[in-house]
């Protein structure tokens, strides 16, 4: 049964295995992260492919202006970013303002230093197929147009794709089982707009900064897909860096880090690249105290214990 | 063990003995069975309104017609390599671990290593004592839980790093093994062993000359029988975020590229295809036809080493052994897990945080009541999935098996039917799963039709290993007294194959039921789903309860798995 | 051959094996009931007796493996009872047993079930070692020149036949180099033409290296033309115990006789 050409064979695959190995250097090998790095990340809520562009640039701008190594570690859902920070095998990540909140609670003196201008003011879009036939709506009360039809949140842990748009779905009176079938949790603000587009869902939400960047883009196709409903306003997206960064890197290093993103220039050509790529004129200071409103929405949907 | 499983030819009466005491043994376990399958069926939703989502069939065309264009671009066929290469890196690592923990959890769980220690073993009085006991129970936790719990809990302690995998990977696989391999050895012929014994020589050296030779080939066909299950284990855990194929495939789907999907769908298929191929030969090499052997000592396996033919066998061993010892370090290199966190003081300091944040568990009435209609619809998603797999597969494995005669059209309805089977579980179930909820809303039967997709792919190869291996004489005494082919099949071949095949499918339910938490990570229903929305929450006190009653249910299963499979035996 | 334990050999009194009212149960089974004997080095002693008499029992309390349920067993003037499960290997390496099916390791080479006889002096290390790479190949060579077989060194070991492989069994007693060899029903695997072979190289062996030999028969003839002394078993008691010139065929007959 097992004649020489089977061994060949075998061997053979070791062989190629082997070469193919050296060939492609481990990955591991490629990032392994000197104690001295600064190691930052982000909650992925995007297609992975934007964010590692995204971070790839902003991780060069640190590293020229803090003067220190700075590399970007891609993570694949929300739980595990927040995990990470909290182990410490991040410095700093660019949370949403749910996630933000469940670092800061695992973490003591973690702090909430830095984010978008748009953060301060940040809304969620209701949309819709157009196929659906749902009209578009000013008032809250609107949102019971949802019931009987089938949609989509985003990641669990979002909270401009779930945590938000839940909470103002309850305060219209409209319960997660008044929808048709359960809700989807499409995993991202962009697979969100794909499934909606393409009617696997009638009706979805979404981060309205990611949704005005598609749009501008061109990805959307609009005779498709129309947004139904802009939310009140809410804190977001910010920085969160842990406080042990300082003895790695100084004292005012987290300082430093502020002025670095306060420093970007939307009239300076390489900066404006990353803002436009946050979708941001410019970045601002924020604090711990502004999320302490969606720390309550958090406890009350049970995100929060 | 009775022989009626075996494949060792033995019935020559065209009624053969395994139908007679399969319908007697089996007639309680085939009614529970049917009553259980139609409760499953009910409680994972099947009458349910609001099942179907038509909208999405859109994306199913989609994606489907992708297929004929998959992306072959030279920069997506290096990432593919080499995603290949890290699932098949953690796949080794792994298994190579899960060996280690399996041979010496093994021989500390077998009831001959603890006899052989004995002085009067043969004496009436010899009894196995409480080590035997205690180390079969310390394997019995890490077997129920699946590597995807493994991977989530080893992550908060070791941080991002490859070492996570490997160990997710292999402490369940350590513990599996650990548990067949003993039963092994407990079958193994003694009685060079006891020769020796009884000659002054010390257990392990006995061991090392009178019972480990001869249990070798069984044990050499068992290890390659879990680097199958190892390199789709490695899948799935990259699904969680280990990297490799799993991953890639993952993120293609989140971002709806299906071109790419394909591409990375096909390696996966080729890798899966080569190691099965690779391991069906070897294993007949050794003399070991049988892929996995779930009913507990059977005759046939002890008989290995008799059968094995001395010269490709021992050249086989020859070779696994100088692959093992290549491939082992180069995977280990290429994934370079941190050892060294097994030992940091950070490690301990973790693994003492998270043990205080899960106790103690959420047991307040309202979680247990949440609980227990979860731990229904769980149970229920397996035993759905398991009786759909088993159905298809046992329709499925006849086409599936090698056909005696190499007609065209027998052969070319084997190989389309070999390549579905091979497809089907090649493919994750959670990515499964994740396509079927394109189609279907979330809930517990998304889940359970993707469990189901996976296992008909493994049952209906098993299935067809059986029927291959099984008494060709009483179909051919029946064709050759007139009846046709249909009623040969009838009555000489499924009578024989089908208590094996049953068997089989109980087996996998056990795996089945573990396997309903990584549908539930991807939003299909049960306790996994729950478990997905607790460890978002950060809610470790629910966690905890959520595992026991995850662990009550397998173990439940196990039982009840273990005891219908003796009853139709 | 070498090295036996001098301790020991000079612990022998002058007999080998001693029972006193020895019974083993088996549940409510009795296999051995009341059995007393005294074996004394160098006898050629034949246990005979129907299937079921005991006699691989009392082969088994010979050779330690089987504890009894009463009575006193001295196996080389030691107290079995009284022997820790390392003392007792101690004891055990001098008595050789050779197996009717013949008990050797069908999947490996003849080399390495003949160098199982070293397992008592060798330690786990050199024992795994000379899996890979045979140790003292000139010590089993010798071994198996002395039972016939000189070329059947590498030969995989379930390639020969059942003549062949006991005297691979007896090749390892050899190595393992016992005061004691105990044969338990060595010929009734073996081609008829064959086992006078056998039985013949046994006692030449014994008398050439000075071994005693208890050995349990179902063909009476061997017991008559190869031994000494025979002992008849039944239902698990001592019927007779005597030279062999004093056995009758009468003895003979009530051993056999099936119950009524």
Sequence with gaps: MFRPSKIGFALALCASAALAACAAPPPAARQAAQPQTFVISAIPDQDPEKLNRLYGKVSDYLKEQLGVQVVYKPVTDYAAVVNAFRTGDVDMVWFGGLTGVQARLQVDGAQAIIQRDIDANFHSVFIANAAAGIQPFDDISGLTALKGRTFTFGSESSTSGRLMPQFFMNKAGVALSDLKGEPGFSGSHDKTIKLVEAGTYEAGVLNEQVWKSRLAAGEVDTNKVIVIWRTPAYYDYHWVVRPDVEQKFGAGFIQRVKQAFLALDAANPAHKEILDLFGAQKFIETKNENYADIEAVARQIGKIK | ?569 | MSTRAPGIHSAIPTAIFELKGVTVRYGALAALQDVSLRIEAGERVALIGPSGAGKSTLLGVLNGSVAPTGGEVRLLGRDVARLSARALRQVQRQIGTVYQQFNLTPNLSVIHNVNAGHLGRWSLAKAAFSLVIPLERETAARALENVGIADKLYERTSHLSGGQQQRVAIARVLVQDPVAILADEPISSIDPERSREIMTLLRELCDRLNKTLVVSLHALEYAYSHCDRIIGLREGRVLFDLPVGQVTPAMVETLYRIRA
Aim: aromatic share 8%; with cysteine.
């Design chain 2, 1 to 569: 063990m009775s022989s009626s499983l075996s494949s060792t030819p033995r019935a020559t009466t065209w009624a053969p003995q395994p139908l007679r005491s399969f319908l007697k043994g089996g007639r309680l376990v085939a009614i529970v069975t049917l009553l259980a399958v139609a409760w499953s069926a009910i409680q994972a939703g099947l009458f349910r309104g609001d099942l179907i989502n038509v909208g999405g069939w859109a994306l199913v065309r989609q994606f489907f017609a992708a297929a004929l264009r998959p992306e072959l671009s030279p920069d997506f066929l290096l990432l593919t390599l080499e995603a290949t290469l890290v699932t098949f890196a953690y796949a080794i690592s792994g298994l190579a671990l899960s060996l280690v923990i399996g041979f010496v959890g093994g021989l500390l769980s077998s009831e001959v290593w603890w006899l052989s220690r004995r002085p009067h073993r043969q004496s009436p009085t010899a009894t196995l004592g409480s080590p035997w006991l205690i180390a079969r129970s310390a394997l019995a936790v890490p077997r129920a839980i699946h590597e995807a719990i493994w991977g989530l809990f080893l992550v908060r302690i070791l941080g991002l790093d490859p070492l996570v995998a490997i160990l997710a990977l292999g402490l369940p696989f350590g513990a599996i093994t650990a548990k067949v391999f003993s039963e092994i050895l407990d079958e193994t012929p003694r009685d060079a062993l006891h020769a020796l014994l009884n000659g002054g020589a010390p257990p392990a050296r006995a061991m090392l000359y009178g019972l480990l030779p001869r249990a070798l080939p069984n044990l050499t066909s068992y290890s390659f029988y879990r680097l199958e299950c190892a390199i789709r284990s490695a899948t799935v855990l990259g699904v969680i975020g280990a990297g490799g194929l799993g991953y890639q495939i993952l993120l293609s789907l989140q971002s709806l590229r299906y071109q790419e999907m394909w591409t990375l769908m096909a390696a996966l298929l080729v890798l899966s295809g080569l190691t099965d191929w690779l391991s069906a030969h070897i294993r007949h090499a050794l003399g070991a036809p049988t892929r996995l052997d779930v009913n507990l000592g059977a005759d046939c396996a002890a008989e290995a080493a008799v059968r094995a033919r001395a010269t490709s066998g021992s050249r086989a061993l020859a070779v696994l052994l100088a692959a093992a010892a290549v491939l082992t370090p180069l995977s280990l290199w290429y994934v370079q897990p941190d050892l060294g966190k097994l030992f940091a003081p950070r490690t301990t300091m973790l693994l003492g945080d998270m043990l205080r944040q899960m106790f103690p568990p959420d047991l307040s009435p309202a979680n247990v009541v949440t609980l227990f209609s979860l731990s229904a619809q769980t149970l229920a998603m397996s035993v759905f999935a398991i009786a759909l797999a088993g159905l298809f597969g046992i329709l499925l494995a006849y086409p599936a098996a090698h056909p005696a005669r190499r007609a065209r059209g027998a052969m070319l309805a084997y190989s389309a039917v070999r390549v579905f089977l091979l497809f089907c579980r090649a493919i994750p179930a959670p990515v499964w799963a994740l396509l079927i909820l394109f189609v279907m809303f979330p809930g517990p039967l998304p889940g359970a039709l993707a469990i189901a997709v996976h296992n008909l792919g493994i049952l209906g190869r098993l299935i067809a290993e059986a029927v291959e291996n099984a008494d060709k004489r009483p179909a051919a005494a029946l064709r050759h007294a007139g009846a046709s082919s249909a009623q040969a099949f009838l009555y000489g071949t499924l009578p024989i194959t089908l208590p094996q095949s049953l068997a089989y499918i109980f087996y996998r339910w056990e795996i089945g039921m573990r396997e309903t938490v990584i549908v539930g990570f991807v939003g299909a229903g049960g306790l996994g789903r729950l478990l997905t929305e607790q460890l978002s929450s950060f809610d470790y006190g629910g966690v905890t309860a959520t595992l026991i009653a995850l662990l009550i249910l397998t173990f439940i299963v196990d039982l009840l798995s273990t005891a219908a499979r003796r009853a139709i035996r």
